[in-house]
Structure formats: C-alpha cells, structure tokens
C-alpha cells in the first residue's frame, strides 16, 4: 500500500513556473506507476500527466505539452511534475495518485488506487 502527499502549490503569475511534489510512503513506490490529476472549481478531475514505474514512459494532456514535465526519483519515493508558462486556465487543484501495475502509465482516474489531499496551483496576475 501507498500513500502520497503533494506539495509545491501556491500563487505564480502568468509565464511563471512551479515544481509540484509527490512524496510516497512505502516500500514498494518502485513498483507503481504515477499519475498527476487537476480539478478546477466546477470542472471535473481531469488527467494532466503520467509516469511508468521506471520513468522511461510518460504521457501528458495536450493541453500542457511542452510545457510540463513529469519525473520521478524511486530512490527519494517523489515524484515530480515541472510546470513552466504556466497560464491562468492552469489553475485548479493538483493532485498524485498512483495505481500498483506500474509497468505502463495510466491516463484515466479510475484506473489508480491511491489519491493524495491535493495541492491548490493559481496562476494570476
């Protein structure tokens, strides 16, 4: 079993960036893919990016590519999504989740078992 817990939120302006957190506990973080989440007030949770157990296979919603990047560090139990350009639309809550098959990612929140609190991003002038 695991559980994370983001962190790295806060209040950026536009262009800015932020580097979001996801420290998990357990010892088998090695083994479980990774996915980062948002929910904008009103909007449904929606996919933002994904990693693989190793961090070699990643996947991002079209609306950051080429702007965020996620990572992982299995030997620190973190993972990390890098936010550049950010742009005010950015803004919601983030949150981790991970899921245990982690041989591939995962684009659909259904698919992972464990949810952190969550992190609140605002991207404003």
């Known amino acids: 079993q695991v559980r994370v817990v983001e962190s790295g939120g806060g209040l950026v302006q536009p262009g800015g960036s932020l580097r979001l957190s996801c420290a998990a506990t357990?010892?088998?973080?090695?083994?479980?893919?990774m996915g980062w989440f948002r929910q904008a007030p009103g909007k449904e949770r929606e996919f933002v990016a994904a990693i693989n157990w190793s961090g070699d296979t990643t996947a991002y919603a079209d609306s950051v590519k080429g702007r965020f990047t996620i990572s992982r560090d299995n030997a620190e139990n973190t993972m990390y999504l890098q936010m550049n350009s950010l742009k005010p639309e950015d803004t919601a809550v983030y949150y981790c989740a991970a899921v245990g098959t982690g041989g591939s990612y995962y684009i659909h929140s259904h698919e992972y078992d464990y949810w952190g609190q969550g992190t609140q991003v605002t991207v404003s002038s």
């Open positions: 357990g010892r088998t973080f090695v083994s479980y893919a």
